[in-house]
């Protein structure tokens, strides 16, 4: 089926470094999205993006926080500068259509800040 | 059952058996994914059940969804060990942009 790829996969750096994660969403899907999940905990939304917008995000993604899509290249989630809380699995997703439909997931970058 | 402040759960049964989780939520819904994740990966969407339904079924796995209780379950019948996974339900409360929310997931273990 239809594959989401995130790079890396596993990213270690010092508080207070930026970051980005990488995301290449499914071809022609339009809706993309970036979820957190902290170990053991239940996956929670961060923020989703349509027509190089932000159209919706959660209370998580604080203002260190930026997403874009340059020129239908890679989804990227921007942390700078980063905390020690934001150290989770961060997952992308993406869709074709918006509301009610599937959205594929990509397999995660574990962010770890030391 | 999924949900709230609950840790995430785990089942073990055996090859052969049927399995249940459920999943009761809080804000209203008309439709509910549910979700497998395997080690390692992504979750991958197993069955999307919309409020028209009541019930779908896709090979051994069947999901009810109730919208008046605001519950959902999802079945397995005669497990196998490659069902082992955790399984997430998650709504899309939103009725404009998506923004799925999960529950805490059940961590099933089927055994030989």
């Known amino acids: 089926g239809p594959k989401v790829l995130q790079i890396p996969s596993h990213q270690i750096i010092d508080m207070g470094q930026m970051v980005t994660l990488n995301c290449d969403p499914v071809?022609?899907?339009?809706?993309f999205y970036w979820y957190k999940q902290i170990l053991g905990q239940q996956m929670e939304f961060l923020v989703n993006?349509?027509?190089?917008?932000?159209?919706?995000k959660s209370k998580l993604f604080k203002d260190q926080f930026s997403v874009e899509r340059p020129d239908g290249s890679y989804f990227t989630l921007k942390i700078q500068p980063t905390a020690l809380e934001d150290s989770a699995v961060y997952f992308c997703?993406?869709?074709?259509?918006?509301?009610?439909?599937?959205?594929?997931f990509g397999p995660g970058t574990r962010l770890t800040v030391l | 059952s999924q949900w709230g402040e609950e840790n995430l759960q785990a089942l073990s049964i055996q090859e052969g058996e049927d399995v249940t989780m459920n999943c009761s939520y809080k804000?209203?819904?008309?439709?509910v994914h549910w979700y497998r994740q395997d080690s390692g990966r992504g979750p991958a969407l197993i069955i999307l059940?919309?409020?028209?339904?009541r019930e779908k079924r896709s090979g051994r796995l069947r999901a009810t969804l109730d919208t008046s209780s605001q519950s959902s379950s999802l079945s397995i019948t005669a497990a196998q060990c490659e069902d082992t996974a955790v399984y997430f339900c998650?709504?899309?409360?939103?009725?404009?942009?998506?923004?799925?929310?999960f529950g805490q997931g059940t961590s099933l273990s089927v055994v030989p």
């Open positions: 998650a709504t899309d409360p939103s009725s404009s942009f998506s923004k799925l929310v």
């Open positions: 993006f349509y027509n190089g917008k932000v159209m919706e």
């Open positions: 071809s022609n899907h339009l809706y």
């Open positions: 997703a993406s869709s074709l259509l918006d509301w009610g439909y599937e959205q594929y």
């Open positions: 059940i919309r409020s028209n339904e």
């Open positions: 804000t209203y819904t008309t439709v």
